[in-house]
């Protein structure tokens, strides 16, 4: 079985989605392919970051300090840890870079767990190619690869190219969660669901 997911680092219904989506594979007795997809909610985020807040207010106005009191509660009952009063909107470009550079070595869902945690729990900056790099040491990559991959050209094309094939594949909201590149799951499905698909899935094989 093929799973392909679709997110942002930016995106706190990601972070929601993809933390239920692991809680039901954990459930799951089988080891489906996932391969993660990178999107951009935000490509016009600045670098560096600027105070979360002051992002969602320019965009939502008087609608954003509740917009985000409610999905840092729906956080929490997922067992995450929301902190938007340090969170850093940036760009997530060379995050996602990072993501891909990290796939050769089969670290890239670990380190897009560790990049959210980044953003929404620590108020680090995603777009400072010094942070990504960190977070991509802590979890076994060796960090100066890292810097010299996010310093030049590499994966710029196909980060691209990949980014644009989410709209040509009709991908315009995230998380999307696409199962043998066929059905289409949008949105931050409760982990009952996510199991109930990922059994369903199996047994139409």
Known sequence: MRIDIW??????????????????????????????????????????????IVRYEARFGSDAPEMLARVTREAVNEGLDFHYERTLAANTFDAHRAIGFARRSGLDRALEKRLFAAYFTQGLDVSDRVVLADCGAQLGLDRDELAAYLGGDDGVDELRRELNDAFVRGITAVPSFVFEDEFLIPGAVDSASFLRILEQMRALR
Do not use: K, V
């Not at 999107?39 to 979360?52: C, K, N, V």
């Open 7 to 52: 997110s942002d680092i930016a995106c706190p219904w990601c972070y929601i989605g993809i933390t239920r989506f692991e809680r039901a594979l954990a459930q799951f007795d089988g080891s489906p392919e996932i391969r993660l997809h990178p999107f951009q909610l935000d490509p016009d985020a600045p670098i560096p970051g600027i105070p979360a």
